[in-house]
């Protein structure tokens, strides 16, 4: 660590001793003057380099966006709390939301049939983590109408994170009853199959 990193740290430790030790000194320091102090160790903590132009067109979106809402929070509210609660939410969102977006559900080429050649089984494969923001539109991914009488969903490389994705099963599965079909999931286990068995037909089909 070079002494440019440990001029930061050297402030902080002798504000914290000016703080813990000398307390009833820096009482009698004038509120302005303090306030200078704590803009000088602000700006020499501050990394520059991480919000020049250049820097930020490399960044993705999402960690500028974070980094926007956490600063304007904070200098908005005047409250560092609030700004750091808000950048953490935007980054959960964002997280979410990138995430979601690797879901993928696919159906499989090869069809089962019955002793007469005809179809009778089909399956498709879902790969990815579902929740709330993945599985909202997987309800909307099934061919009903055209797909034969029993329909095997394939979730080996996938995983249950929350009751919404339960829900959106069930709901997929009462489409399905509806034209007299019947849905098999397949592939679960450990805390994603107790999760399935425990909520399933509890929740009710919101789509």
Same mark, same amino acid.
């Given at each position: ?82 700004? =750091?609660? +808000?950048?953490?939410?935007? @980054?959960? #969102?964002?997280? %979410?939301?990138? &995430? *979601? ?49 029993? =329909?095997? +969903?394939?979730?080996?490389? @996938?995983? #249950?994170?929350? %009751?919404?994705? &339960? *829900? ?40």
């Amino acid at each position: 660590m070079g002494p440019q990193a440990l001029e930061p740290l050297g402030g902080h430790v002798f504000l914290l001793i000016l703080v813990v030790v000398l307390g009833d000194v820096v009482g009698l320091i004038p509120m302005a003057a303090l306030v200078a102090v704590m803009i000088m160790v602000s700006v020499g903590t501050m990394d520059w380099h991480s919000i020049r132009p250049r820097t930020l067109r490399l960044m993705p979106l999402s960690e500028t966006l974070v980094m926007v809402v956490t600063v304007t929070a904070t200098v908005w509210t005047h409250n560092l709390a609030i700004g =750091v609660i +808000l950048g953490v939410v935007t @980054a959960m #969102i964002m997280f %979410a939301r990138r &995430v *979601a977006h690797m879901t993928t559900i696919e159906k499989v080429a090869e069809l089962d049939t019955d002793h007469d050649g005809a179809v009778d089984t089909r399956t498709y494969r879902v790969t990815g983590e579902l929740f709330w923001a993945s599985s909202n539109d997987l309800v909307y991914q099934f061919d009903y109408s055209g797909d034969p009488g029993h =329909v095997v +969903l394939d979730l080996t490389d @996938a995983d #249950i994170w929350d %009751a919404s994705t &339960v *829900a959106t099963l069930d709901a997929v599965q009462q489409k399905y009853a509806a034209k007299g079909k019947t849905l098999s999931v397949i592939g679960l286990d450990g805390a994603s199959q107790e999760r399935l068995e425990k909520l399933s037909g509890t929740l009710g089909a919101g789509h």
